[in-house]
């Protein structure tokens, strides 16, 4: 067993596996239900609540500190998602197609969550503090390039399907085959290419205080920490205003100019957002990683603030302008997606910093379950 691998082997795998459930969950199923007729109003509320795992999981983070490695976690959750995408595709030709497919992007939602839980968890204890450092760019950029490309791709083959004659639940059931079988082939290769770090193992447990009491020792060390309220609000409110943004730009982009919309065709969304939007994505990733890399967080913390926020008054101008220049379009969407990954890559290593101590993996999801919940809110 090797303990010890390059990163590039498996650190932008492990955040494109990350990645690709959180966006079809939360944006791609958006698309769906929109292309299969469901109105703005239930696809809000259905999908929005489907944030909720993502919000909850530090409830049940020290499980898996407790119990199994983190190497275990990531390869067994990976097989359930697989298995999830492939149950998507089998119930969408159904007549009762909501209910089921919602009940699998529930299952899918919490076993991404906890996959984040315990992929956060090794991407700490596989790399040494400088290669944290050096590689919080690149797990952005991966993670945000599955984000975007299965916004993108996948909405792009269904898209063309349906151009080629599918019936829309057909071309979507065929897009959920093949994102099921990427994600089981990506699932073998973690299998093979995971290092063993030495300190990745089940945290000890004390057998005076048994599972309950351990739990809630856990749960309350990150909350003992220094600053804590300014840590809390910190996590909560980063991303408040992307979380207004995010969930309503693909019905924008869809509807019909006559709904306020900008009348796009599901390819053509996908198109934007699968090469425009992943090149700038990259583009701001990389060098929001790199200024860290020379300068430090505490440098550019609040020029990567404003520089994340900023761009989103651009829909605030494609919302009144409604512009039909497809490249205009584009290049609105590009500047939104490069200020994020420029900007969110002080977030990363914000959350990194923080949850150094002897609960590492614990301290990471409370964190981002408190992002979630600064993203579910105003959603």
Same mark, same amino acid.
Request: include cysteine; proline fraction near 4%.
């Given at each position: ?13 492990? *955040? ?14 958006? =698309? ?133 004659? *599918? ?10 085959? =093949?994102?099921?079988? $990427? ?10 290419? #995971? ?26 060390l990150f909350f003992r920490r220094k ?11 980063f991303r408040f205003a992307e979380a207004?943004? =995010? ?14 919309? #900008? ?64 490249? #205009? ?14 900007? $969110? ?7 990194i910093m923080v949850s150094q101590g002897? *609960? ?20």
């Amino acid at each position: 067993m090797n303990a010890k691998r390059n990163p590039w082997f498996w650190v932008p795998s492990i *955040y494109i596996a990350e990645g690709i459930p959180y966006m079809i969950v939360m944006t791609v199923s958006v =698309v769906m239900y929109k292309n299969l007729g469901l109105s703005n109003t239930d696809i809000a509320l259905y999908t929005s609540w489907l944030y909720l795992p993502w919000v909850i999981k530090p409830l049940w983070s020290p499980f898996v500190d407790l119990f199994r490695t983190k190497r275990f976690w990531i390869i067994a959750m990976q097989l359930a998602i697989g298995g999830s995408f492939a149950c998507v595709a089998l119930t969408l030709p159904a007549t009762d197609f909501v209910r089921y497919t919602l009940a699998m992007f529930w299952i899918m939602a919490f076993s991404s969550a906890t996959h984040d839980i315990a992929a956060d968890g090794f991407y700490m204890l596989g790399l040494t503090t400088p290669e944290q450092a050096a590689f919080v760019g690149v797990r952005t950029v991966f993670y945000r390039v599955a984000t975007i490309a299965s916004k993108g791709g996948l909405v792009i083959l269904a898209g063309t399907l349906q151009k080629y004659g *599918y019936p829309v639940a057909c071309a979507w059931s065929i897009t959920f085959v =093949v994102v099921g079988a $990427f994600f089981l082939a990506l699932c073998l290769y973690h299998l093979f290419v #995971l290092p063993y770090p030495e300190s990745d193992h089940s945290a000890p447990l004390d057998k005076g205080r048994g599972v309950v009491a351990e739990y809630f020792r856990i749960i309350t060390l990150f909350f003992r920490r220094k600053d804590i309220i300014v840590i809390i609000c910190f996590f909560l409110f980063f991303r408040f205003a992307e979380a207004q943004l =995010v969930k309503m730009v693909a019905p924008f982009l869809l509807d019909s100019r006559a709904e306020g919309g #900008l009348g796009l065709s599901t390819a053509e969304v996908g198109w934007i957002y699968g090469t425009v939007g992943v090149v700038a994505l990259m583009l701001g990733g990389l060098l929001g990683g790199y200024v860290i890399y020379r300068n430090g967080l505490k440098f550019w913390l609040w020029p990567m603030v404003i520089i994340m926020h900023v761009p989103d008054v651009i829909f605030v101008y494609l919302s009144h302008a409604q512009p039909d220049n497809i490249w #205009l379009i584009g290049s609105a969407v590009a500047a939104e997606q490069f200020g994020y990954g420029f900007g $969110f890559t002080a977030y990363t290593m914000y959350m990194i910093m923080v949850s150094q101590g002897e *609960y590492k993996t614990v301290f990471y999801a409370i964190g981002t379950g408190i992002m979630a919940l600064g993203m579910m809110l105003p959603a």
